[in-house]
């Protein structure tokens, strides 16, 4: 890596730093501290914030409104954000569906969806996995059959994130009932206002609706919401994972919650001795100290391959199973911790702003990461899938 | 001392070029058998490459090697299981000697160093019954587990100086009046030697920079452990090739065992390891120039990962060769014998743990 894109990164990282310390508003960054579940309003809000810094579609091209960010600079952006327990960047519109329309979309399209994406105007979801396709999506389901000058769509999807806040469904769906699995698939936008669509909450087992199931019967989406060919949906799909899973932010929510620790186990002292000194914490909280620089000296070797275009194929599986098992780890340790706080928090209570009964007053956003980031070894290609991903693609196994 | 990429890019070459013609696994076993357990013909042919010379300054004729040209060497070491005193001699013997030598111990040594007629290993494990101390241009005490103690011309030797109370490094002749050497073979095959020193003649190092022996061993220490993190990713590199290629041919059952995703999982993991041993090894070669307390933090933290990482590769590189894996007649077990003598050099995985621990924690 050039010392050049270093500097780079790390003059990004010190603006990053002054914006949250002097634009972001206080009362969201109260909220991000007690990591309370936000609102419609406060993610919105949030984004759009990142869009006047210009933000919000840096990685984007110059052209469209971007600055071309390198994958460094990608990385050091929102790794930076999540360190200091900012909301994350919602990637549904921005970092997902934004460039799969730039590079595959009309212009149409492009005209008629990329400015609501790089301002969050519109708030997108993603309809892929379905109750018979998670990890593996060719099995989907969900039939789109063309009726003139519009399709005619029936299915169900499963998991979508935020899909009770969103206006518009990017879908993989079926248009071909007798292709093989992965030919006869498409990528499909969807209007959720539609009539036909059905939105039901799924309570996770923080208490919250994070996801959803999706229903579509007999919805009618007009054909120009198609995006490229009828049959290349897999081709966007793979196009569009490959983003997903650059897994950015990981790195920065390990070393949140590390710090976090850091900070509980020195200010919690346990028969007069601080916790940090006891041996057996100290043990525990050095191996995962030494993980995280592991863990962070792989990510930049990674981002730079990226840069390079020197990859072997496991950089972002890496970073993601490395990143996210520690996360959980750390997290872990937190709660326990913590002792009897750690389990003190009634779930139905969990999103209140109010305080919790025992322990700091960031204890309830703490228990409800705990219990989402077990989902974090779950969603955006699950470990095993990732594991299977190395195996095939860098050991030819 | 920087070396430039391209430089690097050669050393690697050749060094990897001369292991493929002269020092395969079959070609080995006849330098296992030697006494000495070294090859007197790959160490001339190291010294005509210039490989002997990599830490010398351009002015006595060497390439002011820096920590990554070094490592580009030492991971071909590690990787095709070289037996020579690179490390003991070139390295660390060397390093040493350019820290804490006077200009005249340096112009008499260097250039025996840089053509191989002399080996300098660093003795520096004291028996805690038997400490050495230096009085009067004497040395008395014992060390143990001298690396390639048996077949080094001259030994530095850590000591107490008695007048001072202070550490210094003092150069004595191994085969020098009041010096006895007890040689054994390490699990690696590689030679080292329990040295005991009985009022031997001993010569003070002296440095006209004023460096402090502490601080010079303490650097030693750490650039040595930099360079078992390259040999480290030598062997897991190695490790994780041959064992992936056996999962692709070893049938069982009717298939090939690589097709079976516990084994595919658990070898993404050893290749895993090896993508941390690699970006780990890059930055304690960086920190090695930087300021003290980031160089202890990332130094002794790639060392402490590494070894940790590198006997997860080896043991998973045995168990997944089954039977075989645990036989003489493959290279796996000789990679794994290599690690057991790689991990208890210049301070073991907890030391470094501990050191590590420490500096992360200080804030």
């Given amino acids: ?397 | 001392m920087k070396t430039d990429l391209e430089t690097i890019g050669m050393l690697r070459d050749s060094a990897a070029r001369y292991a493929d013609d002269n020092y395969s696994f079959q070609q080995r076993w006849a330098v296992l058998d030697t006494p000495e357990g070294y090859s007197r013909k790959a160490w001339s042919d190291f010294a005509e490459f210039g490989f002997l010379a990599l830490r010398l300054p351009e002015e006595d004729g060497g390439l002011d090697g820096d920590a990554v040209a070094v490592g580009a060497i030492m991971e071909i070491v590690g990787a095709r299981l070289l037996m020579e005193p690179l490390l003991a001699s070139s390295v660390v013997g060397t390093g040493l000697l350019l820290k804490l030598g006077s200009d005249a111990q340096k112009s008499a040594l260097l250039p025996q160093l840089a053509d191989g007629s002399l080996v300098l290993a660093l003795a520096d494990e004291d028996d805690a019954a038997r400490p050495c101390v230096f009085a009067d241009g004497r040395l008395s005490g014992r060390k143990l587990g001298v690396l390639h103690g048996d077949i080094a011309g001259k030994l530095l030797v850590s000591a107490q100086d008695a007048a001072r109370g202070e550490a210094v490094v003092v150069l004595v002749d191994a085969a020098g009046a009041g010096v006895s050497r007890r040689t054994h073979k390490l699990v690696d095959g590689r030679g080292a030697a329990i040295v005991d020193f009985d009022g031997a003649v001993a010569e003070l190092l002296q440095p006209e920079s004023g460096t402090r022996a502490d601080a010079a061993l303490a650097d030693i220490r750490d650039e040595a452990a930099v360079v078992l993190c390259a040999e480290s990713l030598g062997i897991v590199r190695s490790l994780v090739h041959i064992t992936t290629e056996y999962l692709k041919v070893r049938k069982q059952f009717g298939r090939v065992i690589g097709s079976n995703q516990a084994l595919q999982h658990r070898m993404v993991d050893c290749l895993l390891l090896q993508e941390e041993i690699r970006a780990l090894t890059a930055a304690a070669q960086q920190a090695l120039a930087g300021p003290a307390a980031e160089r202890t933090r990332i130094v002794s933290g790639a060392r402490a990962y590494v070894v940790h990482a590198a006997r997860k590769v080896c043991n998973e590189a045995v168990q997944m060769h089954g039977g075989l894996g645990v036989t003489d007649e493959l290279d796996v077990s000789h990679y794994f014998r290599r690690l057991m003598v790689n991990a208890a050099l210049f301070g073991n995985r907890d030391a470094h743990f501990g050191r590590f621990v420490d500096a992360a924690l200080a804030a």
């Avoid at chain 1, 460039?99 to 005209?111: H, M, R």
């Avoid at chain 1, 799924?202 to 994070?210: A, P, V, W």
């Avoid at chain 1, 997290?331 to 009634?346: H, I, K, N, P, R």
């Avoid at chain 1, 139905?348 to 702003?353: E, P, V």
Wanted: charged share 25%.
């Fill in chain 1, 1 to 397: 890596m050039t010392q050049e894109l270093r500097a780079k990164a790390e003059r990004l990282r010190q603006e990053v730093r002054d914006f949250y310390a002097t634009v972001m508003p206080a009362d969201l960054r109260d909220k991000a501290h007690r990591h309370q579940v936000l609102s419609k309003e406060d993610y919105v809000g949030w984004m759009r914030l990142l869009d006047k810094q210009g933000w919000s579609v840096a990685h984007w091209p110059e052209a469209l409104g971007g600055k071309g960010w390198s994958p460094l600079e990608r990385f050091a952006f929102e790794d930076e954000l999540a360190r200091l327990g900012c909301p994350w960047v919602i990637p549904f519109g921005v970092k997902y569906v934004g460039p799969v329309i730039y590079a595959f979309g009309t212009d149409a399209q492009k005209q008629r969806f990329l400015p609501g994406i790089k301002t969050t105007e519109e708030f997108w979801a993603q309809g892929y996995s379905e109750p018979g396709a998670g990890s593996d999506l060719a099995g989907l389901r969900t039939m789109a059959l063309k009726d003139g000058d519009h399709y005619v769509v029936n299915g169900q999807k499963v998991w979508t994130t935020y899909a009770q806040w969103a206006d518009w469904l990017f879908c993989l769906v079926r248009t071909d009932r007798d292709d093989k699995p992965q030919t006869g698939i498409s990528f499909l936008l969807i209007d959720m206002k539609s009539p036909g669509v059905t939105v039901k909450p799924i309570r996770t087992m923080d208490g919250f609706e994070h996801v959803n199931e999706v229903w579509l019967e007999d919805v009618k989406v007009p054909a120009e919401n198609l995006i490229g060919e009828e049959g290349k949906g897999w081709t966007y799909a793979k196009f569009l994972l490959k983003n997903e899973r650059t897994a950015g932010a990981i790195v920065g929510w390990a070393w949140h919650v590390l710090d976090r620790l850091k900070k509980h186990a020195r200010d919690t002292r346990v028969n007069g001795v601080a916790l940090i000194n006891q041996p057996l914490m100290r043990n525990r909280i050095g191996e995962y100290e030494l993980r995280f620089m592991a863990l962070e000296l792989a990510a930049y070797q990674a981002v730079t391959a990226m840069v390079d275009g020197t990859e072997n194929g496991s950089e972002a599986s890496l970073i993601k199973l490395r990143g996210t098992e520690l996360y959980q780890e750390v997290m872990e340790t937190l709660v326990e911790a913590l002792g009897a706080a750690g389990v003190a928090v009634d779930i139905a209570t969990l999103h209140s702003a109010g305080l919790p009964p025992l322990g700091p007053d960031d204890t309830g956003g703490i228990l409800k990461d705990h219990f989402y980031n077990r989902a974090a070894t779950i969603f955006g290609g699950s470990s095993e899938i990732q594991r299977n991903i190395v195996a095939k693609v860098v050991l030819g196994l």
